[in-house]
C-alpha cells in the first residue's frame, strides 16, 4: 500500500479539523468522522475508544495525550500512545503517527485546530506500531523521519510488530490496514536537527533504552522533550523491557534526565506532560530490578523462584504489573545475567 497523495482543493476533510483555506492541508485518510467503541478490558488499551487532546506547553509546542491521562496515570491504568506538534513558520514537525487511522486523524485534527501550516516532518521515536502505524495515510510530501537502526528494524520484523499489536490492542482495531513505509530521513547515532522557520527542532540519540534506535525529541528554547517508550509513563507504571537490556536502559535514562534543566517539560511515551524527576521512578525501579534479579542468580535461585522473590513492593501498583513486571522484565533480566 502507498502512502495517501494530498488532495488538490481547499476544502476541509471530515474529521480532520481544521480551517477550510487554500492553506490547509488535507488527508484522504480522515474524509470520515471518528467511530468510538466501548474499552475492551481484553487488550492493554482499546485504539478505538481513545479521545485525544492536546495541551500548548509552550508557543507553538504542543503535546498530544490520552484525554483520560490525568485521572489514569497516577491510577496505574494503561494509557494510549502519547505525541505532539511543533509550529514552525515553514511548517510543523509532528511526533508519532499512532497506531491506526482514527488516532492518526485525530492528531491530525488537532495539528489543523492549531494552525493552517502544512505538516512537513514525522517524527517516530522507535520501532513500535503505535508510534508508527499511522505513516501508511501521511501525503506523499510528508517526511518520515527515524533513527537508521528503527527503519532497519521495521523493514525485518513489520509482519511480528503488527502481530503483536494485533495480540496486544485488537485484532479490531483497524490494523489490518497498515502497511510498512520506509523511512524518508535515516537519524545515525549523531542525532538531527530541523529549523522550521524560527524554531529548531532535535532529535537525540542516547543509545539503548527500550529499542536500538530511540529517538528522543527535543525542542530547546521549549525546553520540552519527547522520549516515546524510553520512559513510558508516570508513577506507578514501570519500564517495559521488551528487548531486555534493563541495565542500558537504566544508564540511559539517567543520562537523559541529567541532560535536562529541572524545569523541563518532559512528553511520556504513554502519558501527560511531566517534570523530569518524574522519571526517578522508572529508574528506580530499573535499579531495585536489577539488583534483586542478580541477587536471586548470585543465590542460585531457578526463574520461578527469581519472580517470587524480586516482588518490589515499592513499585507496585500498575494494572499491567504481572506482566511486564513477571513475565518481561525479570525474565529478560534473569536470562541475561544467568549467562
Not at 480522515?30 to 485504539?47: I, K, L, M, Q, R
Not at 537502526?149 to 479490531?172: P, R, S
Not at 530499573?286 to 534483586?292: N, P, S, V
Request: glycine share 8%.
Amino acid at each position: 500500500m502507498q502512502r495517501f497523495s494530498p488532495v488538490l482543493l481547499a476544502l476541509l476533510v471530515a474529521g480532520c479539523g481544521g480551517s477550510a483555506t487554500e492553506a490547509t492541508q488535507t488527508f484522504r485518510a480522515c474524509d470520515g468522522a471518528p467511530s468510538f467503541v466501548e474499552p475492551n478490558p481484553a487488550y492493554a488499551w482499546t485504539p478505538n475508544a481513545i479521545r485525544l487532546v492536546s495541551e500548548e506547553l509552550a508557543p507553538g509546542v504542543f503535546a498530544i495525550y490520552d484525554r483520560d491521562a490525568a485521572e489514569h496515570g497516577p491510577a496505574g491504568i494503561p494509557l494510549a500512545t502519547s505525541g505532539g506538534f511543533v509550529v514552525g513558520e515553514d511548517g510543523v514537525l509532528m511526533v508519532e503517527s499512532m497506531i491506526n487511522r482514527q488516532l492518526f486523524c485525530q492528531a491530525v485534527a488537532l495539528v489543523q485546530a492549531e494552525t493552517d501550516r502544512p505538516i512537513r516532518y514525522v517524527v517516530n521515536t522507535s520501532s513500535h506500531g503505535d508510534h508508527t502505524f499511522g505513516n501508511v495515510f501521511l501525503p506523499d510530501d510528508v517526511e518520515v523521519v527515524q533513527h537508521e537502526q528503527t527503519a532497519d528494524y521495521i523493514a525485518a520484523n513489520f509482519d511480528e510488530d503488527v502481530a503483536f499489536m494485533e495480540a496486544n490492542f485488537g485484532a479490531d482495531q483497524g490494523i489490518d490496514e497498515i502497511e510498512p513505509v520506509a523511512a524518508d530521513i535515516r537519524v545515525s547515532d549523531d542525532g538531527w536537527s530541523v529549523d522550521l522557520g524560527g524554531v529548531t527542532v532535535e532529535a537525540r540519540h542516547y543509545g539503548f533504552a527500550q529499542t536500538p534506535g530511540d529517538l528522543f525529541v527535543y525542542v530547546p528554547d521549549a525546553k520540552v522533550l519527547w522520549t516515546g517508550n524510553a520512559f513510558v509513563t508516570e508513577e506507578p507504571g514501570i519500564p517495559w523491557l521488551l528487548a531486555g537490556n534493563g541495565a542500558a536502559a537504566e544508564v540511559t535514562l539517567t543520562a537523559v534526565q541529567a541532560s535536562l534543566p529541572s524545569d523541563a517539560i518532559v512528553v511520556p511515551g504513554h502519558g501527560r506532560p511531566l517534570a523530569p524527576a518524574a522519571m526517578d521512578f522508572s529508574i528506580g525501579y530499573l535499579r531495585a530490578m536489577i539488583a534483586g534479579v542478580q541477587t536471586a542468580v548470585d543465590d542460585g535461585l531457578d526463574l520461578e523462584a527469581t519472580v517470587a522473590a524480586v516482588d518490589l513492593p515499592d513499585y507496585q501498583g500498575y494494572r499491567l504489573w504481572d506482566w511486564i513486571h513477571k513475565q518481561v522484565n525479570v525474565p529478560n533480566t534473569y536470562a541475561e545475567l544467568n549467562q
